[in-house]
């Protein structure tokens, strides 16, 4: 069992990594971090005006590898660099027991589609790379570099 996770999400229960070294659960935690709670910063980005309210956590100091191995993983790592990402993810899923990594992943990226706050099926926002419907003028400020 491979649990996908958040930086925000796995926040809410960090505490459980230890239930899964105290009884020996063997399951994978992969935890995406963007440094924030993306889908709330999605919105602030699209519909705000990039004024980020409690969505942005690049302050913070949460060392997550060193939480898990606190815990007791056997396996806690973190990749970085894309190259990395093959050869840690294979030992990640061939590890025995309890096994956590950590992908740092560009904070700025946005999930598409969505379908914006009033507005309909019809109306689904597609980003830039998925090829959509005539979309409703959504005005996106891209000045923060994405
Ligand atoms: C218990 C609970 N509290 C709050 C929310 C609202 N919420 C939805 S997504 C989200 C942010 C999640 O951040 P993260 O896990 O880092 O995921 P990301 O979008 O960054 O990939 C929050 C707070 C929720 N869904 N459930
Ligand atoms: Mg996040």
Known sequence: MIDLDG?????????????????????????????????????????????YSGSDKTLHAKDFVRAAEADGFPFARRIERREDLDATLAAFVAAAGPAFVEVRVDPGAHIYPMIGPGMGYKDMITGRFIKGRAQRDV??????GF
């Open 7 to 51: 930086d925000g999400s796995i926040r809410m229960n960090l505490g459980d990594l230890e239930t899964l070294t105290t009884y020996g659960i063997p399951v994978k935690v992969l935890l995406l971090n963007n440094q924030g709670d993306g889908m709330v910063r999605q919105w602030q980005d699209l519909f705000y005006q990039n004024r």
């Open 139 to 144: 005005k996106v400020d891209r000045s923060a």
